[in-house]
């Protein structure tokens, strides 16, 4: 189950229940809906306030690194398998496009930016930042090398491993 914790007091406030394996992923995607994902396929959108699950989407796969499309509000996107990334309809349950790089290559991690672009690290040794809500596969920049961890500093710039990269105009 998924806790829910008060920020002012530590205090457990509620669960949500119906994930049937372990809970992969989560992601805030309103100010009272989460979504999150899970290995028994499936992505599930709470209601934080009501503890209620308000959609669930069966999705074929292993359902990791989660994340809202900040461009289009309704979808939400996911690393399968490491390898690809699907983007779903939140409300259609249909997924919508498959994004593959060409290589085999493992997506070790991600984080999304407040603005909602992600920049997904991999196995060999690079970022990639989306730029338009992950539309097509040409939106992908490599922005450095052998990224293992990393952060939003501020606005301009992007910590990873040792290295800052400055974002610019991203």
Request: aromatic share 10%.
């Amino acid at each position: 189950a998924i806790q829910i914790w008060s920020g002012a007091n530590i205090q457990k406030i509620g669960s949500l229940v119906g994930h049937t394996n372990v809970i992969q992923s989560l992601c805030h995607i309103t100010e009272d809906k989460l979504a999150s994902s899970s290995s028994d396929k499936t992505i599930k959108i709470w209601n934080i306030s009501t503890q209620e699950c308000l959609n669930t989407i069966n999705v074929n796969g292993m359902p990791s690194f989660l994340f809202h499309n900040k461009v289009n509000q309704e979808e939400i996107g996911f690393v399968n398998f490491g390898k690809t990334i699907e983007i779903w309809g939140i409300e259609s349950k249909k997924q919508e496009r498959v994004i593959s790089f060409g290589n085999n290559t493992w997506f070790e991690n991600y984080y999304q930016l407040k603005n909602g672009k992600v920049i997904l690290g991999q196995a060999d040794s690079f970022i990639l930042l989306n730029e338009n809500g992950f539309t097509t596969e040409k939106e992908i920049k490599q922005l450095g090398d052998d990224p293992s961890m990393f952060t939003e500093f501020d606005e301009n710039t992007i910590v990873a491993d040792n290295q800052i990269t400055d974002r610019g105009e991203l």
